[in-house]
C-alpha cells in the first residue's frame, strides 16, 4: 500500500506509532495484523503496481516468520528456526498454520463464532484500548468478553465440578463409613461371649496339651516297635547261625580225634627229623673209623684215644641201632596216621561246603574262602 520498504524495530511493552495523516500509521498495524492473525483474505492491500508483497517479524527468540503473497496462487508463510532450517507453509485458507501460531504466541478473540474478532496485541487509530470504555459494547456483552478473556466459564465449571465431586466424596465416603460401622458390629457380636469363648479356648488349649502327649508317647512307641522288629530281625539271624552250629556239634569229636592225631603226627615228625640227624652223624663217625683202620703207625696213647673214641662210637651205633629201629616202627605208624588225617581233611572240607559257614566265628564262608582252604590243606598234606 504505502510501504514499499520499511523496516521498524520494536522494544518490550507497548509501541505507539505515531506520523502525519496518510503517511502509513495504519498500513503498518494492518500488515502485523496480516501476519499475526492471517486476515484480510484477498490482494486488495498490495501496493498498486507490484505484483506481490511480504511482510517479515524476527523475534526475540531468533524466529523468523516470513508473510508473503502475489496476485496469482502463491500464498504462503515461511519459518526460519535460529539454526537456519527453513520451512514453508503453503494452501492453508482460513486456517492458521499451527507451527506459525505456536512461534508466535498470538490469536484472535471472539465471543462468539459469528462475532467480530478482537485483536487484543494491536490497536489502530481512534481504538480504545480493551474495548473498557467503548460506549458501542454495553455492559453486559463487556462482562461476556471479560468472563471469557479470564475464562470465568472453566472457572466455574471446575468449581461446581469440584463441587459435585467433593459432595461425591463426602457421599461415598459416608456410604463407607456406614458400610464400616456394620462391619465393626458385626465384628463385635464376637465377643459378646467372650468369657464362655475364653474358656472353651482354654479347655482346647488343654486337649492340643494332651494331644501333643499323646503323640510324643506315639512317636516313642513307633520308635520302640522299629526296634523290637529290628531285634526280630536279628533274632531270626542268630536262631539260624544256633542251628548251623547245632549241625557243626555233631562233627566235633571227629574234629578232636583229628586234631590229637595231628598232634602225634608232629611228634613223629620231629622225631624222624632227630633220627636223620643222628644217621648224618653215625655215617661222619664210620668215616672216622675207616680211616682209623688204616693208621697203624700212631703211638699207643693216641691208640687208646682212638678206642675210646671207638668205644663211644659203638655205643652210638647201638642207640643209633635202637632209634633206627624205632623210627622204622614210626614210618610204619606215621604212614598210617597220614593216611588217616588225608581222610580226615577231606572229610572237613565236605563239611565246611555242606555247612558254608566258618565254625569258629560263624561267618559264611564263600567260593573263593573254600579255594583258599583247599589249597592251604592240600599244601600242608603234601608237604607231611
Keep these: 500500500m504505502t510501504h514499499k520498504h520499511t523496516v521498524m524495530e520494536l522494544v518490550k511493552g507497548i509501541n505507539v506509532i505515531t506520523g502525519d495523516t496518510a503517511s502509513g500509521k495504519s498500513n503498518i498495524i494492518r500488515a ?19 505484483k506481490e508483497t511480504m511482510v517479515k517479524v524476527i523475534l526475540d527468540d531468533d524466529h523468523v516468520v516470513v508473510r508473503g503473497k502475489d496476485r496469482g496462487s502463491k500464498n504462503y ?61 454495553n455492559a453486559s456483552e463487556r462482562a461476556k468478553w471479560i468472563s471469557m478473556l479470564m475464562n470465568i466459564e472453566e472457572i466455574d465449571s471446575l468449581v461446581d465440578d469440584f463441587n459435585s465431586d467433593a459432595f461425591k466424596i463426602q457421599r461415598y465416603e ?8 456394620q462391619t465393626k458390629k458385626k465384628e463385635l ?15 482346647a ?13 506315639l512317636d516313642k512307641l513307633n520308635f520302640l516297635n522299629s526296634e523290637v522288629e529290628n531285634y526280630k530281625s536279628k533274632l531270626i539271624i542268630y536262631r539260624q547261625k544256633l542251628a548251623s552250629v547245632k549241625s557243626i556239634t555233631k562233627y566235633t569229636d571227629r574234629v578232636n580225634a583229628l586234631a590229637l592225631q595231628y598232634e602225634q603226627f608232629m611228634y ?36 687208646e684215644e682212638y678206642i675210646s673214641q671207638i668205644k663211644i662210637m659203638m655205643q652210638l651205633q647201638t642207640q643209633w641201632d635202637a632209634v633206627n629201629h ?55 598234606r603234601s608237604e607231611k
Design 77 to 137: 508463510y515461511k519459518l526460519i528456526t535460529p539454526n537456519g532450517q527453513e520451512t514453508e507453509f503453503n494452501n492453508f485458507g482460513h486456517e492458521f498454520p499451527k507451527e506459525i501460531k505456536d512461534v508466535l504466541k498470538m490469536s484472535e478473540v471472539r465471543i462468539t463464532d459469528k462475532s467480530n474478532p478482537i485483536f487484543l496485541n494491536l490497536c489502530a487509530q481512534l481504538e480504545q484500548p480493551f474495548f473498557i470504555n467503548d460506549d458501542t459494547i
Design 205 to 217: 488349649q488343654n486337649l492340643l496339651l494332651s494331644i501333643e502327649q499323646q503323640m510324643s508317647k
Design 326 to 380: 624205632k623210627l622204622k616202627m614210626n614210618d610204619t605208624q606215621i604212614k598210617n596216621i597220614q593216611i588217616q588225617i588225608n581222610e580226615y581233611i577231606q572229610k572237613y572240607i565236605e563239611v565246611l561246603k555242606e555247612i558254608g559257614k566258618c565254625p569258629i566265628c560263624l561267618t559264611d564262608i564263600g567260593e573263593d574262602v573254600m579255594s583258599h582252604i583247599e589249597e592251604e590243606l592240600g599244601m600242608r
Design 189 to 203: 457380636l464376637f465377643f459378646d461371649n467372650l468369657a464362655k469363648k475364653e474358656r472353651k479356648l482354654q479347655k
Design 174 to 181: 459416608l456410604k463407607t463409613e456406614k458400610e464400616n460401622l
Design 32 to 50: 502485523l495484523i496480516w501476519l499475526f492473525y492471517n486476515t484480510p483474505l484477498g490482494d486488495q492491500f498490495i501496493r498498486c503496481g507490484e
Design 268 to 303: 613223629l615228625y620231629l622225631l624222624r627229623k632227630n633220627y636223620l640227624n643222628l644217621i648224618q652223624q653215625i655215617k661222619i663217625i664210620k668215616k672216622k673209623l675207616q680211616e682209623l683202620e688204616s693208621i697203624k703207625k700212631y703211638n699207643t696213647i693216641q691208640t
